[in-house]
């Protein structure tokens, strides 16, 4: 079975420092990885994903990722964190070996820049 | 503009009563997703429909129950065994796969 975790539920950082949010990942086979954002009372938003290829993504507003097999993991970073980038952050993962259609998310982590 | 739409924003159930929520898209995905967002739990599987007249359960489905007569319309009904409905409810769609999923902006459903 395909599974996810996001081991912090609550990141802070200063406004203009680096940030990063960790998912790492169990799939049987190779896995597609996204992340995405949620602002308040709102829908999910893509931010980037990992197919194939280099292994590292760029995506949305400056966001990156970088995909790591040997730990299975997914980190989202960003160089410069803004008081905006405030939001809710999903990692989700589809395993993609046949029969394992579904998209399974992490219980989010709750990113606070802090001005 | 093509998007994906969930209607209404913000519902009202008394306990007891079915209720169903929309969701239609233009953007001529094949697969339609409903997930269930819950604080601290991340999002969770409903149903999903990868072509239409075709939908499989998912992780949570005892108390729903969707259809797919069209393309563009993934219909989900929240039954009143669904012992407790209230939630945030998301739908998606998607190409396929190695695509990212398309949300709609949510429908908040409380049970009064």
């Known amino acids: 079975a395909q599974s996810v975790a996001q081991p912090e539920d609550q990141v802070n950082v200063a406004e203009g420092n680096p940030l990063t949010v960790k998912c790492t990942y169990s799939?049987?086979?190779?896995?597609?990885l996204f992340w995405y954002v949620q602002y308040p009372n709102r829908g999910l938003q893509f931010l980037l994903k990992?197919?194939?290829?280099?292994?590292l993504v760029k995506g949305s507003y400056g966001f990156e990722a970088e995909f790591n097999k040997s730990q299975t993991s997914f980190h989202l970073k960003k160089p410069s964190a803004l008081v905006s980038d405030s939001a809710l952050y999903f990692c989700?993962?589809?395993?993609?070996?046949?029969?394992?259609?579904?998209?399974?998310f992490g219980t989010g982590t709750r990113l606070t820049i802090i001005p | 503009d093509g998007g994906i739409t969930q209607s209404p924003k913000y519902l009202f159930r008394k306990e007891g009563q079915n209720v169903t929520l929309s969701c239609e898209q233009n953007l001529n995905h094949d697969a339609m997703y409903w997930y269930r967002q819950d604080p601290g739990q991340g999002l969770r599987l409903i149903y999903y429909?990868?072509?239409?007249?075709?939908?499989q359960k998912g992780d949570i489905a005892e108390g729903y129950s969707v259809s797919r007569e069209k393309k563009e319309s993934f219909p989900l009904t929240v039954t009143s065994a669904q012992k407790n409905p209230t939630a945030f409810y998301l739908c998606a769609s998607e190409t396929g796969w190695g695509t990212e999923a398309f949300f709609g902006q949510g429908t908040r459903l409380t049970v009064v």
């Open positions: 989700a993962v589809r395993d993609t070996n046949f029969g394992n259609e579904k998209l399974t």
């Open positions: 990992y197919i194939t290829g280099d292994n």
């Open positions: 429909s990868q072509i239409v007249n075709d939908f």
């Open positions: 799939v049987s086979g190779n896995p597609y």
